[in-house]
């Protein structure tokens, strides 16, 4: 535990932390970086380029020194970090590399006013906040490693089957290449994908799996990832996934992780509604599938956005939901149409996902909201529950990066869209 002293030292500083926090952790990763190079390799460099790990590792920060007199309101942020810990390889002894440059950045924004009782209160602060993630860590490792099929660090997996699933969306079915049992895993749960670019160093990759558990394979589906300006590169492994990967080849895969989960198993009282836009459909379908395999009378909504036919991915499996289920729904979205993709009914609607969709399509009062996609998406989602106040604990999501601020303003020019049948 903190002294009182630790605690009151903190609370004093929290307004300066959180004022400078993003600029602290930038300091703190160029440092980070330049002094202790072998910890970059597990880094994504594009979220740093993009400033998302920064901002994360900031509202990380800014949250633990807000909460410092009441550690279990981290518990949720703390089970996030571990799991995507856990699913990169991080080990406790590097948590004293993160700690001696994350002072250092302190030191260095706060200048003369960083005093050596603040630096020691930082200090201690840390390492508590350290001991709870390792904790947490070695309890996940330990339960991966003694799992059923189960394994640490990286296994070795073939490509069974490579399949296009729309224009920008492959699915990869990888099977061990041990060919010894998967462990039991969570729908909504994601792997880690580890490929030494032939030309460009990188870092492992999370793909949330698309399948349901059981199987003898995990699924894959990814989204190939342009660069967005001219001259930002195209997505390193997205890209090398689609052109270079094929049937035959061996991959290193990290063991599933994630705490974006639903249990099939549970009984719902209430209904469940998804919300997917764009490839972010993958953790939402394993999760709608296994729900319904389950409980085939679960009354779940599943809405899918997406830009159009092109892009649009596993209609069919999508429509077998209501097949399996006596109590589904679904709803297509599209928000760039072709010329008749309504009129081939390839979509039900067309539009983005609003407020209104959500109170005339939803049960909003009661349901359990689960949704991912693209950031304005989740931003206009999440607007959305709140102005038709669904509490806090019925709202799950999963940010497919470093977690992100879903309060920011969403997108609000688009056209509304109402369900008109
Ligand atoms: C929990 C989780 C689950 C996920 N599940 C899925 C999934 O099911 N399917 C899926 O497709 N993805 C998923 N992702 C995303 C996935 O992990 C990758 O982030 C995604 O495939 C992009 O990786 P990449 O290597 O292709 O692109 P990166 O090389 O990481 O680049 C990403 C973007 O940044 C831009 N960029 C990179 N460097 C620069 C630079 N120097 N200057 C300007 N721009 C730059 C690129 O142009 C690109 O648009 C998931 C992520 C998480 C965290
Ligand atoms: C108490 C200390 C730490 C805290 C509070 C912390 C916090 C975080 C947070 C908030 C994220 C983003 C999670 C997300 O939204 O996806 C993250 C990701 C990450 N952390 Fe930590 N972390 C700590 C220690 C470490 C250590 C010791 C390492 C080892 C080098 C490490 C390596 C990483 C990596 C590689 C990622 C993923 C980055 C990416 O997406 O590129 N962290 N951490």
Redesign the pocket.
Same mark, same amino acid.
């Given at each position: 535990m903190l002294s009182d002293k630790t605690i009151a030292i903190v609370k004093e500083i929290t307004p300066v932390v959180a004022a400078n926090a993003e600029t602290v952790t930038r300091v703190f990763y160029q440092k980070m970086f330049a002094g202790n190079p072998e910890v970059k390799a597990f880094f994504?460099?594009? *979220?740093q *380029?993009?400033g998302g790990q920064q901002k994360a590792l900031a509202g990380a920060i800014c949250a633990y020194f807000t909460h410092i007199d009441n550690l279990a309101a981290l518990t949720p942020a703390v089970e996030l970090i571990a799991q995507?810990h856990c699913s990169l390889g991080i080990q406790a002894e590097q948590y004293p590399i993160v700690g001696k440059h994350l002072l250092a950045a302190i030191k260095e924004v706060m200048g003369d006013a960083a005093t050596d009782e603040i630096l020691a209160a930082v200090g201690e602060a840390y390492q508590l906040l350290a001991d709870v993630c390792i904790e947490r860590e070695r309890q996940i490792y330990e339960e991966q490693r003694t799992a059923a099929g189960g394994w640490n660090g990286y296994r070795s997996f073939v490509v069974d089957r490579k399949e296009p699933e729309s224009d920008v @969306?492959t699915s990869f079915y990888l099977k061990p290449a041990d060919d010894e049992p998967l462990p039991a895993w969570l729908p909504g749960q994601?792997i880690t994908v580890k490929i030494d670019h032939p030309t460009t160093p =990188?870092s492992p990759?999370?793909?949330?799996l #698309?399948n349901q558990p059981g199987q003898d394979s995990f699924r894959? #589906?990814?989204?190939r !990832?342009?660069?967005? =300006?001219a %001259?930002?590169? %195209?997505?390193? @492994?997205? =890209?090398?996934l689609h052109d270079q990967v094929q049937v035959g080849d061996t991959l290193q895969i990290g063991p599933p992780c994630?705490e974006?989960t639903l249990d099939p198993a549970e009984p719902r009282q209430t209904p469940t509604v998804m919300l997917a836009g764009g490839?972010g459909v993958?953790?939402l379908l394993s999760m709608a599938q296994s729900l319904i395999a389950a409980q085939p009378e679960a009354p779940l909504y599943f809405l899918q956005a997406a830009r159009n036919s092109q892009t649009h991915a596993f209609a069919a499996e999508i429509q077998e939901l209501r097949n399996q289920g006596a109590n589904v729904r679904t709803l297509t979205l599209y928000d760039q149409p072709l010329a008749d993709d309504l009129e081939n009914q390839n979509c039900d609607e067309t539009g983005i996902l609003s407020e209104n969709i959500l109170r005339e399509w939803t049960p909003f009062t009661a349901a359990n909201f689960y949704f991912c996609g693209p950031k304005p998406f989740m931003q206009n989602v999440y607007a959305s529950l709140k102005a038709l106040n669904v509490p806090a604990d019925r709202i799950h999501f !999963?940010?497919?990066?470093p977690r992100q601020d879903i309060e920011s303003a969403p997108l609000a020019d688009e056209p509304e869209v109402t369900v008109s049948h």
């Open positions: 994504n460099q594009a *979220h *380029h993009s995507k @969306i994601y =990188t990759r999370n793909y949330s #698309s894959i #589906s990814v989204k !990832e342009p660069g967005l =300006t %001259d930002a590169p %195209d997505g390193l @492994i997205s =890209t090398y994630g974006f490839v993958t953790p !999963e940010f497919f990066g």
